[in-house]
C-alpha cells in the first residue's frame, strides 16, 4: 500500500511538472506476456554496485571475484562506472554468492541486488546490505532464536537467526543476518536487563570492508572522514576512536566500553560532577531495556585528553614548587 501511494504521489508530481507537455494519450498499457528465457536469464542475474571508489580496474575486477566466488559460470558486464551486472548459469552458484555475502573488492563493499523483471536499472536500493552479526557475551542460558533475534534487530532489519555450536561440545553462540543501513554508523552494543542483573552484549560483525574509527561508517577510513577531521581525533598518537577494529568477529576481545562495564578498564570519566546517563534508570519502560549503546557519550578520546592535560598540570605545578623552594634556598 506504501509504495503504491509512493508511486501515486510520483505520478502526480510528473504530471505537474509536465505541464502542458503531456496527455493521456501519452499512458501505454503494456500487455505481453514475459517469456520463460527472460524470466530464467533474471532469476540468473545479479546486479551489484561498488559502495565507495567505483573507479576500479575492470579487467581485474571480474577476475577476483569469479576467484572469491569459485565459480567461472558467471559472466560480468558494466553498466557505468562502479555499477555491474552478474549473469549466472545455475541458480546454485548465484545462491551461494548471495548466501555467502557480503564481498568486497580491495576492501570496497560490493552490494549486490536480486534482478527485477519490472524495476529500471537506476532505481535498485544500494543504501542497505546484509550482513552477520554475532552477539558477543551473551550468556548459554540466554542463546535463543528469539533473544538473538530481538536484541539483533537493534541493528537493522533481521533476516535470519542462527544458532552455531562451539567446538566438540553443546554450548552454542547466536547470530544473526542484519540488513544493515550503509550511510548509518556502525552498532557497537547493547545493554539487556534480565532483572536481576544487567549485561552488555557487543555486536561483532563478519566480513566488514573498511570503516572509519571516528565516526563508525562503512567506505572510508579516519584519515578523509568529512564528518569528524582526522587532526582532531588524536589518532596519530594511537588514543582509541569511538570505534575500532573489536567490531570485527576476528577480534574476540572486549571493546574498551565493555572493558569499563565488565571492571576491566579504569572508567572513562574522571569529573566526579559527572554524572553518565543510566540506560536503564528508573522508570524506564520494559520495552526501552535493550539500550543503543551508540546513545550513549563516547568520551575515549576526552578522557584520554583530560588525563594527559591533568598530568601536565601537576608537573607544571610540581616544577614550580621546586623552583621556589631552590629560591628560598639560596635566599637562606
Sequence with gaps: MTDQLSEENRLEALC???????????????TEGISEEKLKKCRLTLFGKLYSRPNVNFQA????????????NVSCTIIE????????????????????????????????????LDVPEMCYDFTHCPFWVHLYGLPFGRVTKEVVKEIAAKVGEVI??????????????????VNLKLDAPLKTGVVINLGSKKLWIEFKYEQLPH?????????????VCKEIPYETTRLEEDLPGNFGNWLCVEVRELSPYGKVFY??????LEDPNIVPESPLAAGTSANQHVRNANEQPL?????????????KQKAESIHTSLAITSKEGKST
Aim: charged content about 25%; proline content about 2%; aromatic content about 12%.
Design 16 to 30: 505537474r511538472s509536465l505541464g502542458n507537455l503531456w496527455s493521456k494519450d501519452d499512458v501505454i498499457d503494456v
Design 61 to 72: 575486477f571480474p577476475n577476483t571475484m569469479k576467484r572469491a566466488w569459485n565459480t567461472k
Design 81 to 116: 562506472t562502479g555499477f555491474f551486472s552478474f549473469s549466472f548459469k545455475s541458480e546454485a552458484d548465484k545462491r551461494k554468492v548471495l548466501d555467502n555475502g557480503p564481498w568486497s573488492f580491495s576492501s570496497n563493499l560490493l552490494v549486490l541486488q536480486q534482478c527485477d
Design 160 to 177: 535470519e537467526v542462527k544458532l552455531e555450536t562451539k567446538g566438540n561440545t553443546t554450548y552454542k553462540v547466536g547470530k544473526a543476518r
Design 211 to 223: 570503516y572509519c574509527y571516528s565516526c563508525g561508517r562503512i567506505g572510508h577510513y579516519a584519515t
Design 263 to 268: 571492571g576491566k578498564q579504569a572508567a572513562l
Design 299 to 311: 568520551l575515549l578520546l576526552q578522557s584520554q585528553q583530560c588525563q594527559k592535560e591533568t598530568t
